[in-house]
């Protein structure tokens, strides 16, 4: 029987790089039939990159910081990433302010995921914001990437407890661990075609997600239906 064919995506990068690790861990375990065409970081000294080249992957870096403006900068890497003609682009701890022209240019192609329950803690520091907030509940969320900074059509969000005992550092390992189950299958129902937009609507299964799939105690809820 012939494979259908690997969905290919281009992650972007900017340090540790375990949600990569994740993906690429998915892919040879065959959970995930995507192929990575190549990793960027936007530093030099990223982890990721040596994640990445371990696993046989092509690499590139882009630093931002030779580069006199965003608008430039996003150019080069709009040239970069389009000479791998990826299906989709998958931002995994990419730590940039993304221009209107490079979002537009990745219209519906362009995943992001954040260390928040969004709408809540966008930017920086979600995990000791969540903590100094008195927050009981915490989490990640996946979402298509817009124009305003961690927002834009949601995907799925995985919910981790607070306890009184939780620092910044305990809080985002909680966090990781979701993040690493649910990236690789959202990745995983776009090579399935179950998540895709349908004018300019995002669908998955066949029906509008209008509020984001919910992830709790491994169990994925669909409060749409
Ligand atoms: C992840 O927690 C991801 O949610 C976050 O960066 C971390 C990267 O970790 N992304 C953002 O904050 C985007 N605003 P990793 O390099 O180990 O995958």
């Known amino acids: 029987m012939p494979t259908k064919q690997a969905l ?3 992650v972007l990068i900017s340090g540790s790089g ?26 030099p000294e990223a982890y990721g990159l040596i994640r990445a080249s371990k696993a046989g992957i092509k690499t590139h870096t882009l630093n ?12 080069a890497l709009i040239k970069l990433i389009d000479q791998h003609q990826p299906d989709y682009v998958v931002l995994a701890g990419f730590m940039r302010i993304l221009t209107e022209n490079f979002v537009t240019h990745y219209q519906y ?3 992001n995921i954040h260390p928040s329950l969004l709408p809540e803690f966008r930017g920086l520091n979600t995990h000791q914001r969540a903590i100094d907030a008195g927050r009981s509940e915490h989490g990640v969320s996946i979402h298509f990437v817009t124009n305003e900074l961690d927002s ?23 966090v990781h661990q979701q993040e690493h189950i649910i990236y690789p299958m959202v990745i995983q129902w ?25 992830w709790d105690n491994a169990h994925l809820m669909n409060p749409n239906s």
């Open 8 to 10: 290919s995506i281009v």
């Open 18 to 43: 375990s949600n990569l690790q994740a993906i690429i861990d998915a892919i040879e375990s065959q959970q995930l039939n995507a192929e990575i065409k190549a990793v960027i970081s936007n530093q």
């Open 64 to 75: 931002h910081r030779d580069y006199n403006d965003r608008e430039s900068f996003d150019q």
């Open 109 to 111: 192609r362009m995943l």
């Open 152 to 174: 834009g059509p949601m995907v799925i969000q995985a919910m981790v407890k607070v306890e009184t005992s939780d620092t910044a550092e305990t809080l985002a390992d909680k």
């Open 190 to 214: 776009l090579a399935e075609q179950r998540l895709k937009f349908i004018n300019e609507h995002l669908v998955f299964d066949q029906q509008s997600l209008r509020k984001p799939l919910i």
